[in-house]
Nanobody, 114 residues
Framework: QVQFVESGGALVQPGGSLKLSCEIL????????MAWYRQSPRKQRELVAT???????NYANSVRGRFTISRSESKSTVYLQMNSLKPEDTAVYYC????????WGQGTQVTVSS
């Protein structure tokens, strides 16, 4: 059963911007945090950004000040606005709860390269 559908990834030049979307296809308790993760080749999946039920936002040090997590009013979609992209942001990006509790979606590929 598909639970999350991520989209919006693309090839972008350093310094560019992208906005990722995650459509949530299942009922997730409102008490759960939602998050974006990423995984690049030869690295473990890492937590990038989290949004709590109270709309508190938390970020990995590597993206703080450049990325912004948000969600729709219906809470059925979670977004990740990514600005000032760097080559080291290249990865497949996924959404899930934090801590993750559900199967991973297919993710969306972000490639930052000139």
């Amino acid at each position: 059963q598909v639970q999350f559908v991520e989209s919006g990834g693309a090839l972008v030049q350093p310094g560019g911007s992208l906005k990722l979307s995650c459509e949530i296809l299942i009922d997730i308790p409102r008490s759960f945090n939602m998050a974006w993760y990423r995984q690049s080749p030869r690295k473990q999946r890492e937590l990038v950004a989290t949004i709590t039920p109270g709309e508190n936002l938390n970020y990995a040090n590597s993206v703080r000040g450049r990325f912004t997590i948000s969600r729709s009013e219906s809470k059925s979609t979670v977004y990740l606005q990514m600005n000032s992209l760097k080559p080291e942001d290249t990865a497949v990006y996924y959404c899930n709860t934090s801590p993750y509790r559900y199967s991973w979606g297919q993710g969306t590929q972000v490639t930052v390269s000139s």
